[in-house]
């Protein structure tokens, strides 16, 4: 009885063992899968809070038996999402190369391929250069975009006639330092139309700050058409009467060259070739003006004015084409010029001061002339006139004094080495004084 309770109480405890075993494991593989299953979320929620690059090995490190899923997808769905972004990259370099390069095709016609580019070819913008076309609007369009930039050059090539109408090239709003480059011929229309009723000028430079008027080309005013039109005498100054013979003998009246080239009645009103107004440091040199209609070169209320190494051409018989009129300017120099004209090589009306002369050769013409002044009663000053080393030939005077009045302190121990074959100083009007050499 003993013997069967033993067996019997040693049965029941194995038989409860293992009841308490397998049930110990069940417990333990319940907590492991729930384990895992809580810790995948963990790092999921984590990876989402904390961005992708936190989520690398967080729950790959506490895997206990090596389980089958060492790599869980949201690691491998988190780093492809920069990958996918690069495609959108390239559309921001669509816009850097158009602003990068220079723009191939200007902005305006007749830039040169350089933005930063400060010349400007009258045949970029239009110009034919055949001298049939009227080139005037290409002109126009050079100076409008030279005018914008400082220190900028319209350039007139050479080996090309340009016929060009009445034209001012004018500020005020104009950059400073302007350069004219002419180096070809620009000619004046023969037909009447483009003069209109009273233009007092050809080409014109107004206001300007700093403009230089250079190269080696010509002005041809072709106003041989206007001169015949017009008296030989001067209405206020019959000149022909004080010419002082060169030889024996003197013509009544010289011929008038006839060499009509023009088309229709000119207008009464003949223009100046080259006018400068109202503008500071204007230089002049280089250039050849002939056939003026008028005077050939105009200086208007300028302040500091260089001309040097100029050419002016006329015939000696062409009426009123002075070659360099000076009115209301101060400060000007005039050297190494040669002046042939039918009238004065220089005049030099009121409002004149500080103006230099010297090594230039005047003739033929009627020489350097101050005045007419004070006509009805009118005050005029002119002041500091500076006369030398001038070469005169075939002129009516050597260098004279116009005025309507009586002419007080006057100085003329300042004019002085002159070659000239007439009378050296004349003053006409008020008083008359002659210095025969």
Not at 363 to 376: E, F, V
Request: proline share 8%; net charge positive; hydrophobic share 30%.
């Amino acid at each position: 009885m003993s013997g069967i309770s033993f067996r019997s109480l040693t049965f029941m405890f194995l038989i409860a063992f293992l009841v308490w075993v397998s049930s110990i494991e069940t417990c333990i593989a319940r907590r492991g899968k729930h384990w895992r299953q809580s810790r995948y979320a963990a790092a999921a929620s984590l990876s989402k809070k904390k961005g992708k690059s936190h989520g690398y090995g967080s729950g790959h490190h506490n895997y206990h038996n090596g389980g089958s899923k060492p790599k869980a997808p949201p690691y491998k769905t988190t780093p492809s999402s920069p990958k996918t972004k690069p495609p959108p990259a390239p559309s921001p370099p669509i816009p850097k190369p158009k602003k990068g390069v220079p723009s191939t095709p200007p902005p305006q016609k007749g830039y040169s391929h350089s933005q930063q580019s400060n010349v400007f070819d009258v045949l970029h913008f239009g110009a034919k250069g055949d001298g049939k076309t009227d080139d005037t609007k290409a002109f126009q369009a050079a100076w409008a975009a030279a005018c914008k930039m400082e220190s900028s050059t319209v350039v007139v090539p050479s080996e090309f006639v340009f016929l060009v109408g009445p034209i001012s090239f004018s500020g005020p709003y104009c950059q400073a330092n302007i350069v004219f480059q002419l180096d070809g011929t620009i000619i004046a229309p023969t037909d009447s139309q483009p003069w209109g009723k009273a233009i007092l000028q050809w080409l014109e430079f107004t206001k300007l700050r700093g403009i230089t008027v250079q190269g080696k080309g010509i002005i041809d005013g072709r106003g041989s058409g206007w001169w015949q039109d017009a008296p030989y005498e001067d209405p206020y100054d019959d000149e022909r009467k004080l010419i002082i013979p060169l030889n024996s003998t003197v013509q009544e009246r010289p011929p008038m060259p006839v060499r009509y080239e023009l088309s229709g009645k000119m207008p009464s009103i003949k223009p100046t070739a080259l006018r400068f107004y109202g503008s500071l440091n204007v230089t002049v040199t280089g250039i050849t003006i002939q056939n003026s209609p008028q005077c050939h070169l105009k200086f208007d209320n300028c302040m500091v004015v260089v001309v040097h190494d100029i050419t002016v051409s006329s015939p000696g018989d062409s009426p009123n084409t002075d070659g360099i009129h000076l009115q209301n300017s101060k400060d000007v120099l005039i050297h190494g010029s040669s002046l042939a004209c039918g009238d004065d090589c220089v005049s030099i009306q009121t409002g004149c001061s500080n103006v230099y002369i010297h090594n230039v050769i005047c003739g033929p013409g009627h020489g350097i002339s101050i005045g007419s002044l004070g006509k009805d009663n009118t005050k005029a000053c002119v002041s500091n006139i500076t006369v030398r080393d001038i070469v005169m030939h075939n002129t009516m005077n050597g260098v004279r004094i116009k005025t309507w009045q009586v002419t007080y302190n006057l100085h003329t121990h300042m004019i002085k080495n002159s070659s000239s074959d007439t009378a050296l100083v004349r003053i006409e009007k008020g008083l008359l004084k002659k210095a025969k050499i």
